[in-house]
């Protein structure tokens, strides 16, 4: 089972910011936190992971809170394409992901 | 840098027949993983090589499923005999090999190969 929990869907409007909750109150101290997507049927796309400090790179930021409990990503600047599923993932080493069922994210015109 | 690539993007099969599905890693990533997404569920793994070897196949939903990386490099997942619940979405995805100690392992996915079994 997936170790973390995320509300099936959000809207956004297009070109504002899209911040996406997570929460995984059981991670433990040497786990990652981890975010992929998945537009329509392709494969799911890697696209940032944190350990315990706020991360950012060229597609999102991650917000983790100080306890680790809680992560969110953030699109700063929401488009159309951005429209997919949204998966929070923890994890270490080169274990294997666990899916849950992600959060459904509809950018709107 | 090619990503990760499988064939066939798509297989039709009749009960019974026999079905091969082809991962090609990433250039260099030592770890390999098959996830499977049937129709509705979450996508779920089905197991890990490491260079050639077996690290996690756990899991793996029966043994008419047989995964193999001979010489480390591509692999081959075949369903034989396939049945009607094993139509879905097949993803691999590969990852560099960090060494043991490493705690984080971003994986990169194929587009997948769809399998429908009538």
């Known amino acids: 089972d997936a170790k973390t929990t995320q509300p099936p869907s959000m809207d956004c409007a297009e070109g504002r910011a899209a911040n996406l909750p997570c929460n995984h109150s059981?991670?433990?101290?040497?786990?990652?936190v981890y975010w992929y997507r998945q537009i329509h049927s392709q494969g799911p796309q890697y696209i940032i992971h944190?350990?315990?400090n706020n991360e950012t790179n060229e597609m999102a930021s991650l917000i983790i809170t100080e306890d680790r409990k809680s992560s969110t990503l953030i699109l700063p600047h929401a488009t159309l394409r951005d429209t997919a599923v949204y998966y929070c993932?923890?994890?270490?080493?080169?274990?294997?992901?666990?899916f849950g069922q992600g959060t459904r994210l509809t950018i709107n015109p | 840098e090619a990503g990760v690539t499988q064939f066939p993007s798509h297989s039709v099969i009749e009960k019974g027949q026999t079905v091969t599905l082809r991962c090609d890693p990433i250039?260099?990533?030592?770890?390999l993983y098959w996830y499977r997404r049937v129709m509705g569920k979450e996508i779920k793994f089905l197991l890990h090589?490491?260079?050639?070897?077996?690290?996690?196949e756990s899991g793996m939903p029966n043994n008419r499923f047989l995964a193999e990386r001979t010489g480390g490099t591509y692999s081959t997942l075949k369903v034989q005999p396939a049945e009607l619940e094993d139509s879905g979405v097949y993803f691999c995805?590969?990852?560099?090999?960090?060494?043991?100690?490493?705690?984080?392992?971003?994986?990169?996915f194929g587009p997948g190969t769809r399998l429908t079994v009538l």
């Open positions: 995805a590969s990852s560099q090999g960090r060494g043991r100690l490493a705690g984080y392992n971003e994986q990169f």
């Open positions: 059981t991670i433990s101290g040497n786990e990652y």
């Open positions: 944190g350990l315990k």
């Open positions: 993932i923890v994890g270490k080493g080169a274990q294997k992901l666990v």
């Open positions: 250039s260099g990533h030592d770890n």
């Open positions: 090589f490491v260079k050639e070897s077996k690290q996690d």
